[in-house]
């Protein structure tokens, strides 16, 4: 069932540097969706028989339970005072998210039953989260924030790029529902971020989520990849000719880092936000195709 969500356009962030630029008429819907259940399990390489591109989404996937959990804790802490129409959209932002784990918990678990081991992964992400417990909570919504962007720019470029998740079957319309949403409330984290914010100087602002994103990106890459190779080793396929293949696949073709890089450097940018680019015609066109296949 879907819950529409619609933020009460009267209010603005008056304590803001300026205005936030997300669309007024912005709806947050949570679509409580499920996948793969009560059916056959996916192949072992389940997008279209490619093992590069199936483990490289299974390494995400592994790391989004703990990591979602991880956003909307951040995001709860720094939302002390905010206006009406965020607290709202942080609301909305919460269900979406917990739904996205849950279905990530299920995808993973068809993944270790095709024999894949996911722990390793599992068990950094939980070191790391303890490592950066104490951390102030305006960082830990900095490195949210910074998540989110690329979280963001991946979905985008999965929606606008039917390619990557060609031959995916079922498999490939949960990413599609996942990315859908996260294009929906990736100004979220960020919002509450200029809220949370709010005294800081303009250039405290900028330095500390660009130094945020440089170290984001770091890890993100350098961790996402080295997943891939492991899992990939997982079913014999090691050596240097496995993690060329897997850098031309991120870099070369598809290339799915290489196409979302201005919109990464956007980020560093000092007006940027991410409603700057507006780009929920890909979620009304996921919203078409995927009724037109309920109703088929």
Do not use: C
Request: no cysteine; aromatic share 12%.
């Amino acid at each position: 069932m879907n819950a529409p969500f619609k933020p009460d356009t009267a209010l603005e962030f008056a304590t803001l540097a300026r205005k936030a630029p997300t669309p007024a008429d912005l709806t947050l819907t949570v679509r409580d969706r499920r996948f793969g259940r009560d059916k056959a399990p996916p192949a072992r390489w389940w997008l279209n028989g490619d093992p590069i591109g199936s483990a490289w989404h299974n390494a995400l996937s592994a790391t989004f339970p703990r990591g979602e959990a991880y956003f909307i804790e951040s995001v709860k802490a720094n939302r002390a005072g905010a206006p009406p129409k965020l607290e709202a959209e942080i609301r909305a932002f919460v269900k979406q998210e917990i739904n996205h784990t849950r279905e990530h918990i299920a995808f993973n678990r068809t993944a270790k039953d095709a024999g894949y081991d996911l722990d390793k992964i599992d068990r950094r992400v939980a070191e790391r989260l303890d490592m950066i417990k104490g951390r102030a909570p305006e960082l830990n919504l900095a490195a949210t924030m910074a998540l989110e962007h690329f979280t963001a720019m991946l979905a985008h470029e999965l929606l606008s790029n039917p390619r990557h998740l060609a031959g995916g079957g079922e498999t490939a319309e949960l990413w599609r529902w996942h990315s859908a949403e996260e294009i929906e409330h990736k100004g979220v984290a960020y919002d509450t971020w200029l809220h949370a914010t709010r005294d800081w100087s303009r250039w405290k602002l900028w330095k500390v989520k660009s130094l945020m994103m440089l170290v984001v990106t770091q890890t993100f890459v350098t961790h996402r990849f080295g997943d891939t190779v492991a899992l990939l080793a997982q079913d014999g396929l090691t050596g240097a000719k496995w993690k060329a293949k897997v850098l031309w696949y991120l870099v070369g073709n598809p290339g799915l880092l290489r196409r979302i890089f201005p919109a990464w450097a956007a980020f560093f940018l000092p007006g940027f936000h991410p409603w700057n680019h507006d780009d929920r015609a890909l979620i009304g066109k996921y919203e078409s195709e995927f009724e037109a296949a309920v109703m088929g």
